[in-house]
């Protein structure tokens, strides 16, 4: 897997593909015990995801997912099944219909079981659907649970991406006090996120507060140094 992560991570993704399609055969064959394979395709499942082959990740999820059930390993199986359905819909198109009714199987499971995290997870599903399709108060409502399921003292990529998700909501329906109330949190959590991928949100969420509260120049001089850097 590591050098198949390495292709990955390298945009080789013909040679990260055919590797992946060696490693499923290995597999088919391997004497493994059930939660060991289901280990193995659902790690294999995550490189198909983000190689955007989501109809193969979804299967492999599956799978896993089904494996871990017949074993009563909860936690794994509502992970597995969640991305299972996250996998449909990042597919888009009608295969996301075949989203909802794996993340409510997800929701099932982590309700049963007390998986508080696996519960986030699904509430930010539903608040990003809604948040896309413009229904704002929907968004809102299911990302401020999100928040309730997180720890306190959570200070992962997670909490940073509802925190600002929230202040972005806000700030479309016109709420600027909670906007800024939240946008302050994200851009304190910020600091410390090493991981360049969402920080154009950050930048953007934090010009448009300026922008709100008038400060036009510092908004626009804000987004051409973060431009330049």
Known sequence: M????IY???????FAVRLLNKMLLTLQNADLKPTDRAAFLVNIARTYFFLGRYFQAASLFQEGYEIYYKNSNWYEAARAVYNAGSSFFNAGGKSQEKAFPLVEECRRIAEAHNLTGHLSHVEAFYGHD?????????ARDNYRRTHKYLHISDKSFRTLHVLSMLALIYLRTGQYKLARKFASKTFTLAESDESERYASRYHNLRAEIDWEEGHVAESQEFLRDKKAA
């Open 2 to 5: 590591i050098i198949c992560e």
């Open 130 to 138: 809604d948040y896309w399709h413009g229904n704002f108060a929907g």
């Open 8 to 14: 990955v991570e390298e945009g080789k993704r013909a």
